[in-house]
């Protein structure tokens, strides 16, 4: 069975340093996997894919993500962090026959000014 | 803009009240699915429709049912809400999951209470 892993309930970084939010995955065949933003009572916003291609995958708010196949990570980061990043994140991928996301747990992404 | 729609936003029932919530979408995508969230918690696909064809997760509760009429609309029912039927409710759309590149485009949910 497939599933994903978010080892951090929360990060906290300043406004303007950089941010990593971790996302490990385990699935048989090829990993497709996303990035979703969630704020607070709202749906899911899409931030980012891996297809295949460029381990670096570059996404919407200049956000992106490294695809590291030997370590089976898929990780968000942004060079330089705003307030207004703050929300949930949630990595996940998607199930064999693509109906359907498997998701993480979701990370708290709390940037202080 | 094309986008994803929910109503409504939030919706409050008794216990054992039968509740439906609304989902449609602009998109023109084939598949609509129904996620629920609850609180801290990752989303859990509870069924989905590939056009007409109706796909129920095996641990969805027997309580939770969906229609789709059309390509635009999909309803979520919960015949006899219980109080840990509280949740958000999320739909999402998708075009074509046999499509490596397929990707799901969320709504803005439905938070249902339970009193």
């Known amino acids: 069975a497939q599933s994903v892993a978010q080892p951090e309930d929360q990060v906290n970084v300043a406004e303007g340093n950089p941010l990593t939010v971790k996302c490990t995955y385990s699935?048989?065949?090829?990993?497709?996997l996303f990035w979703y933003v969630q704020y607070p009572n709202r749906g899911l916003q899409f931030l980012l894919k891996y297809i295949t291609g460029d381990n670096l995958v570059k996404g919407s708010y200049g956000f992106e993500a490294e695809f590291n196949k030997s370590q089976t990570s898929f990780h968000l980061k942004k060079p330089s962090a705003l307030v207004s990043d703050s929300a949930l994140y949630f990595c996940a991928v998607r199930r064999p026959r693509g109906d359907g996301l498997t998701f993480g747990k979701g990370t708290h992404l709390i940037i202080q000014p | 803009d094309a986008m994803v729609i929910q109503n409504p936003r939030y919706q409050v029932t008794q216990f054992g009240k039968p509740v439906t919530l609304s989902c449609s979408q602009t998109?023109?995508?084939?598949?609509m699915y129904w996620y629920q969230q609850k609180s801290s918690q990752a989303p859990k696909l509870l069924f989905h429709?590939?056009?007409?064809?109706?796909?129920n997760e095996a641990d969805t509760p027997d309580n939770f049912q969906s229609r789709r009429p059309n390509t635009s609309f999909c309803f979520l029912d919960i015949r006899s809400p219980g109080l840990g039927d509280a949740a958000m409710y999320l739909c999402a759309t998708s075009r074509d999951p046999g499509m490596s590149t397929d990707t799901q485009y969320f709504g803005p949910g439905t938070r249902l209470t339970v009193l």
């Open positions: 998109l023109n995508h084939n598949v």
């Open positions: 429709y590939y056009d007409k064809d109706f796909n």
């Open positions: 699935v048989s065949g090829n990993p497709y």
